[in-house]
């Protein structure tokens, strides 16, 4: 069963394949990581919230003086793709739901995790360098809006009801912007 549909699926994928492969530039990916890119992240940090293991805070991080160790930590951890070994690591920390009246029923509490603050921040780097490159480069399509900048479910919402409408209504359908 598995091999027909094997074949089959080949077959489909070979009849729409344009044979265009699309080509995309990714060194800038591979850059060493500016400071102007952790200064950036330390900034968006919030202060006062709980840390990881490391017990290091976010305030602590937002001084020159952090901004140049992270800068060499982050860059030897890019270059060689491995982090620390606290990093990987978090606390599990269970919260009581709120409206939940049962203390000792576990179902009503949810496990927050805390995690390296330092880990936070390189996260942050390299999504942040992610993101601006699929958006530059146009890789991800408009339907795509999970965990993307300025997307909300509302506008999902809002694109499926107008190609409802244009789909249903194709050749009575006026639209008018104001």
Request: hydrophobic share 35%; net charge neutral; charged share 25%.
């Amino acid at each position: 069963m598995l091999a027909a549909f094997g074949y089959c699926g080949l077959s489909y994928f070979e009849s729409v394949d344009s044979g265009n492969d699309i080509q995309y530039d990714v060194t800038t990916l591979n850059d060493p990581i500016s400071r102007e890119e952790i200064i950036k992240a330390v900034e968006s940090a919030k202060v006062r919230k709980a840390t990881g293991f490391d017990e290091i805070p976010a305030e602590v991080l937002k001084n020159p003086t952090a901004v140049e160790h992270l800068f060499v930590i982050y860059n030897g951890c890019f270059e060689f793709g491995k982090v620390p070994k606290q990093w990987t690591t978090g606390i599990i920390n269970p919260i009581f739901k709120t409206g939940s009246d049962d203390r000792k029923n576990p179902l009503n509490y949810r496990g927050i995790t805390l995690v390296s603050v330092p880990s936070k921040i390189y996260c942050h780097v390299l999504n942040s360098r992610l993101n601006e490159w699929t958006e530059a480069n146009k890789t991800i399509c408009d339907e795509q809006n999970g965990f993307r900048e300025r997307e909300v479910a509302k506008s999902i919402y809002i694109r499926y009801i107008l190609s409802s409408m244009i789909e249903r209504y194709r050749n009575f359908l006026i639209l008018c912007a104001s």
